[in-house]
């Protein structure tokens, strides 16, 4: 199993110790190293500035929010990192949810797999550079049909590194997890865990058995965000995971458009999920947090002694995710290496 070292994105300002601890990951032998965006810091920009003192690791977007820019742009710096990184950049999409996609970008939610279908497309046509892109889509027509009816149909100046830049998507919902395995080269979930591992593979399977599928199960990466924390004390190690739980679970998109909080009603957390959602939406953050019981984090998190996880570590080698990303500081990584490398 690869492990894959995922900065996030930023809060007030920039992750302290963060190119340390990416050189530190690339020593350590992480086969990636991937950034983040909300609405604050963007992907591109940490990713190049750090990127550029490492040689040898995997450089990835864990996610570009699509509605953040048009695909056109979105392929433009795709294919810019990738020339810089010596074919080392994977490009990783997400639909994002409303509150940010209509809220910050001024952009309209609704139809986001048929969206997120054209987008893709369209950044395939600008990676392969084959001619002039066109597209005559719902959501996206390339040229512009309007304003001065001068639109022109236009070729990459640029030759890329590679043809065929590989693309994660980062999905939860059920369709959207087909969709990526149909479409895309890899796959992001948030919240993983191996009790949902027959429902993994039927969405997934589905994905692949349509016409025109890209991958397969041979071929097809997923890269899982999960939280791995080396402590003697399990109920601590919780402790640290649970706030980062109830953000999601609880405030991170609208009561009634919450994916994250979807997914923990799917995994049998249903009375939990919700309760945790209307303490944190009525600003009772800390009740909401200590509400999360720690059988829940054990399930999407590896905590514990080293003789614990790697006891645990079975099951998830068991299950389709083929990546483990990890977060924290280099001390961090080195204690998950030593356990999950070792």
């Given at each position: ?29 992480f086969d990636s190293v991937w950034t983040a965006e ?60 409303p509150q940010v996609v209509e809220g910050w970008y ?235 490398l070792s």
């Amino acid at each position: 199993m690869k492990l894959g070292y995922h900065i996030g994105y930023w809060s007030a300002g920039p992750p302290e110790g963060a190119q340390e601890t990416i050189l530190e990951a690339e020593r350590l032998g992480f086969d990636s190293v991937w950034t983040a965006e909300a609405y604050g810091s963007d992907a591109f920009t940490p990713l190049a500035w750090w990127g550029a003192s490492t040689s040898r690791i995997k450089l990835g977007t864990n996610i570009v929010q699509m509605s953040a820019r048009t695909p056109v742009a979105t392929a433009m710096s795709a294919l810019t990192l990738d020339h810089l990184s010596g074919g080392r950049f994977i490009l990783g999409l997400g639909a994002s949810g409303p509150q940010v996609v209509e809220g910050w970008y001024g952009q309209p939610y609704p139809r986001p797999l048929e969206r997120t279908r054209e987008y893709i497309d369209i950044v395939r046509q600008v990676l392969a550079r084959k001619g002039p892109v066109t597209y005559d889509g719902k959501h996206y027509q390339l040229p512009y049909q309007g304003g001065a009816n001068l639109g022109k149909p236009l070729k990459s100046i640029v030759h890329p590194l590679r043809e065929d830049i590989p693309i994660y998507l980062g999905a939860e919902g059920p369709k959207n997890v087909s969709l990526a395995a149909e479409i895309a080269d890899g796959w992001f979930p948030i919240f993983f865990s191996p009790k949902m591992e027959s429902f993994y593979r039927e969405r997934l399977a589905e994905g692949f058995a349509r016409p025109g599928a890209r991958r397969g199960w041979d071929d097809f990466e997923v890269a899982a965000s999960v939280p791995l924390i080396v402590h003697d004390d399990v109920e601590q190690a919780a402790d640290m995971i649970r706030p980062f739980l109830a953000l999601y679970m609880g405030g991170m998109g609208a009561k009634q458009a919450n994916f994250h909080h979807e997914v923990f009603v799917r995994m049998g957390y249903e009375s939990v999920a919700d309760t945790v959602q209307e303490l944190y939406l009525d600003g009772r953050k800390d009740e909401a947090t200590a509400t999360i019981p720690t059988a829940l984090v054990e399930d999407v998190a590896l905590i514990g002694p080293a003789a614990k996880i790697r006891d645990e570590l079975d099951r998830w080698r068991e299950t389709c995710a083929t990546t483990l990303l990890l977060q924290g500081d280099a001390s961090r990584l080195r204690a998950a290496a030593d356990v999950v490398l070792s």
